[in-house]
């Protein structure tokens, strides 16, 4: 064939569901690149029907320290596709740390006692619970895989390799449309060492951010290789190494938290309001929410005990009322947040995040779709009215000295 007639591809290019898949991964993951990309190649694969037969979709294991996203990439993928974060067959390995407790997983054989009463968790049913027409995809996660019996460990290697699973009544599982997810903490104490510069001569702002996330990897795979037999490790797909969060992806995912809140007072029968938070009271969030050592989770706990807790007693003592705007600050003189109306049930037309409000509802990948509080939907769409200046803002009293667990 000439030249002239030849027509050159792009095997680089996704299709624009891909796109969609990746771009609302990224709205609710922060810093871990490689998995996000893994995940979409996977999908894409999926959507093509070129996965390998008679093998799972893919076999992926997550490494990395705790609060780094593992765990929490999987419900994403779960939410962005079914609608439902917990469309997620969740395994905890630590339950399975005797090898009569698979029972628990696959049912008791017939004739055993408390045959009829042991439920198998791994079913044909629950595997297609959540498909729909257009995604017939299941997604099994084993948390803490390390944490397994021996016997959870024979019956994951004929699962990983075959796709089959043999329950104790003698019923057959297919898991050829099924992504297997594991996460484990190994390596995890070594990780925040580096992280925190050891003994304090280094910290990690002298530390290249990609050496050190070389470093990272190899620390992580490193502990899986000594612990995982080869039998096992040649049947995972794909590694994927999730890195400690640092500062600036630590306030990404504080906006993703905030927002979240928001979500669930917009949710609320009766106290539909809306809040912002100044400068400093991010920053002193910030503050109580870095730890190396627990990640994420531990911002989301001060997010809880500073903001939510607070919110909860001002909506149960009738200080807010629906329509009201919040503002959350940070007061030096008395070392916690102050909150303050900056208008009185004045129904204020604002610019919110787009995710958080719509004309009607928010679609999702499954056909589902969330819904909007009826009377904040009705703020929001309403036509702004010419309203005075509202007065300064009055303080409103809310400690939070008697919910705050460590003290």
Not at 23 to 29: E, M
Not at 242 to 262: K, M, S, W, Y
């Amino acid at each position: 064939m000439s030249a002239a007639h030849m027509q050159h591809l792009d095997p680089n290019r996704r299709s624009g569901e891909s796109r969609e898949f990746e771009a609302a991964l990224r709205k609710k993951i922060v810093g871990q690149d490689e998995a996000i990309g893994a995940l979409v190649d996977i999908y894409q694969v999926f959507r093509a029907g070129l996965h390998s037969p008679g093998r799972p979709v893919s076999n992926l294991l997550f490494l990395g320290p705790t609060g780094s996203g593992k765990t929490r990439i999987v419900e994403a993928m779960g939410e962005i596709l079914f609608g439902d974060p917990h469309a997620v067959i969740k395994v905890d390995c630590a339950e399975f740390q005797h090898s009569h407790e698979i029972a628990k997983l696959i049912g008791s054989p017939p004739g055993y006692l408390g045959h009829r009463e042991t439920h198998p968790l791994i079913t044909q049913e629950a595997l297609a619970q959540y498909h729909t027409d257009t995604v017939k995809l299941s997604l099994l996660l084993f948390d803490e895989i390390e944490k397994a019996s021996d016997a959870l460990w024979q019956l994951l290697l004929g699962i990983l390799d075959k796709a089959t699973l043999t329950l104790g009544d003698n019923r057959r599982v297919d898991l050829s449309q099924t992504l297997i997810f594991m996460t484990s903490n190994l390596g995890g104490a070594d990780i925040s060492t580096l992280m925190s510069g050891g003994l304090g001569f280094v910290q990690p702002s002298d530390k290249p951010s990609d050496k050190m996330d070389t470093k990272v990897e190899r620390t992580a795979t490193e502990a899986a290789k000594r612990k995982f037999s080869p039998e096992f490790m040649n049947r995972i797909d794909k590694v994927v190494v999730f890195h400690p969060l640092r500062p600036a992806q630590l306030e990404q995912v504080l906006d993703i938290e905030l927002d979240l809140v928001q979500r669930r007072v917009l949710d609320t029968a009766h106290g539909q309001f809306v809040f912002r938070l100044t400068r400093a009271a991010r920053d002193f969030l910030l503050r109580e929410g870095t730890d190396i050592k627990y990640g994420a989770r531990h911002l989301k706990r001060a997010i809880e005990r500073h903001v939510v807790y607070p919110l909860a007693n001002l909506l149960s003592t009738g200080q807010i009322l629906i329509g009201d705007v919040l503002s959350i600050d940070w007061d030096a003189a008395t070392q916690q947040l102050s909150f303050a109306r900056t208008g009185e049930s004045t129904l204020v037309t604002m610019a919110p995040p787009a995710a958080l409000f719509a004309a009607q509802a928010v679609s999702t990948w499954g056909g589902r779709a969330i819904e909007i509080p009826a009377q904040a939907n009705a703020r929001e769409t309403q036509s702004p009215v010419a309203a005075p200046a509202p007065p300064a803002p009055a303080p409103v009293a809310a400690s939070r000295r008697r919910h705050d667990p460590e003290r």
